[in-house]
């Protein structure tokens, strides 16, 4: 009778302890089940990301278009207001104030947190693309501080464009920008030395260079260029940009169909610093003295008299074309220009080396 009793007491233990683990599994199968629910919600989310959600929304048709690059590169890019001044070519205290007045618009107009939708949408993708791009080109290149590239922006305007590719695959310019930014990329264990220096393009290692970002950007480049139309600025600077990541050696490079593609971009979005980068393809192609002499076109222009790109690339035509004195004072001016420790140091050994010629 004991052993009955005891066998008996164990089993109503086992039937208790088989309530509390079915109960406990029903309320995971419920747990589950609400998780499925918000994700399939989720997916039918048109932005589905809320760092995407906020640039749409500091993107405002209310603010101005620099205004709303401006304020989303300050509040969801993690720029300083410095490093935007650089990127747009604007003194500082322009976009200080700038930034201050869209976040008082917005303020005063009590923008709810939401979503555009349909043609409102397709307007402000423009800024968005824009916004993005500068993000990505300031991890490329930094303005300003001790490192010359900062990858992790990179990486977060490669996570926003591919994420808007996949919720707006009929949209030819996301394709376009996805494009470019992925080869670009690609570049960036072979931009620095071991020390950090910078390395310039046709000096790079292109064994470094990322073989799976290239063949992801050539993907997205034939996604755009597949859905018809005129090329857009971002699908334009793509084929630019696949010109280079075909080219097995620096010397197998087409700079005449890249200054080609220059033109056609300047046509459609003109810009200084378009020009510029045509100028150093017209070198490339056709001779120094050729790229020269766009470069020397470009020397009145107000929005590059800050830009120590332009004195930077003064100094490398100059220097093929061996007349190092005006070549050394080119990349002197250019370091005076550059607020990035490593380019400053990079472009005053060119000047030193420029003098030993």
């Known amino acids: 009778m004991t052993a009955a009793k005891r066998r008996a007491i164990d089993r109503l233990r086992r039937l208790k302890q088989m309530e509390r683990k079915h ?8 747990a589950l089940q609400e998780a499925m629910v918000d994700f399939e919600a989720g997916l039918d989310d048109p932005i589905g990301d809320d760092l995407l959600r906020l640039i749409f929304i500091s993107c405002h048709p209310l603010l101005s278009p620099e205004a709303r690059a401006a304020l989303t590169l300050r509040l ?15 003194p500082e205290p322009t976009i200080a104030q700038r ?3 869209a976040k008082r618009t917005l303020a005063e107009a009590r923008v709810p947190f939401e979503v555009p939708r349909g043609a409102e949408l397709s307007t402000r993708l423009a800024s968005v693309l824009e916004v993005i791009y500068l993000i990505f080109n300031e991890g490329y290149s930094a303005t300003a501080g001790e490192d010359l590239i900062r990858p992790a922006l990179c990486e977060e305007a490669l996570r926003l464009g591919r994420i808007l590719a996949e919720l707006a695959p009929r949209e030819a310019e996301i394709h376009g920008l996805v494009a470019l930014m992925e080869i670009q990329a690609s570049r960036l264990p072979a931009r620095v030395g071991p020390t950090g220096d910078p390395i310039l393009l046709p000096d790079q290692n292109r064994g470094k260079w990322d073989q799976l970002l290239i063949r992801r ?56 610093v378009i020009e510029l980068n045509r100028a150093v393809a017209l070198g490339m192609a056709f ?18 008299r800050g830009y120590h790109l332009l004195p930077s690339v003064r100094g490398d035509l100059l220097a093929k074309l061996g007349r190092a004195e005006e070549a050394k004072a080119a990349f002197e001016k250019a370091a005076s220009l550059t607020r990035n420790t490593r380019e400053r140091d990079f472009l005053l050994k060119r000047a030193a080396t420029c003098c030993s010629i």
């Not at 490093?83 to 747009?88: C, M, P, T």
């Not at 001779?287 to 009145?300: C, D, I, R, S, W």
């Open 287 to 304: 001779g120094p003295a050729v790229g020269l002499k766009a470069v020397e076109a470009l020397a009145a222009e107000p929005a590059l």
């Open 99 to 101: 930034i201050v007045r």
């Open 76 to 90: 969801l890019g993690g720029l300083t207001t410095g490093e935007i001044a650089r990127a747009f070519l604007c």
């Open 23 to 30: 109960e406990e599994l029903g309320r995971e199968m419920e």
């Open 217 to 272: 950007g050539l993907a997205a480049l034939d996604r755009a260029e597949q859905l018809g139309g005129t090329p857009g600025p971002y699908v334009l600077q793509a084929a630019i940009a696949s010109c280079h990541a075909r080219a097995r050696r620096a010397e197998d490079t087409d700079w005449e169909r890249i200054a080609s593609l220059y033109g056609e971009l300047t046509r459609i979005n003109p810009s200084p």
